[in-house]
């Protein structure tokens, strides 16, 4: 699977922006897909995720009711739009693959095994 993020930039706090990731390589259907985001100084966590299907959602706390993360399987697109930015969303943006089970949502790097470059996401107060 190759997975390939964009859509980050220079946002001011109170703004949206949204962030793509095409997935290519292997059925769309076959994975869930995670965003994850590193911010400086600080280890990778855990944003938002979604099932195969897109029925099943989740969210981390610091996000929840400001970003909804959704797919596209005619564009094998998942996408994380963000609303109400704030500075301390400012990160590096990564989407990922789990390969292994579809039906889950995955809260640990660990558990995705594809993943894109990453997408800068800088929030200005």
């Known amino acids: 699977v190759q997975l390939q993020a964009s859509g980050g930039g220079l946002v001011q706090a109170g703004d949206s922006l949204r962030l793509s990731c095409v997935a290519s390589?292997?059925?769309?259907?076959?994975?869930?897909m995670g965003w994850f985001r590193r911010a400086p100084g600080k280890e990778r966590e855990f944003v938002a995720g979604?099932?195969?299907?897109?029925?099943?959602?989740d969210y981390a706390d610091s996000v929840k009711g400001r970003f909804t993360i959704s797919r596209d399987s005619a564009k094998n697109t998942v996408y994380l739009q963000m609303y109400s930015l704030k500075p301390e969303d400012t990160a590096v943006y990564y989407c990922?693959?789990?390969?292994?089970?579809?039906?889950?949502?995955?809260?640990?790097?660990?558990?995705?095994?594809?993943w894109g470059q990453g997408t800068l996401v800088t929030v200005s107060s």
């Open positions: 390589g292997r059925t769309f259907s076959d994975y869930g």
């Open positions: 979604i099932t195969w299907s897109g029925d099943s959602t």
């Open positions: 990922a693959a789990d390969t292994t089970d579809r039906d889950g949502i995955y809260y640990g790097a660990w558990s995705y095994d594809y």
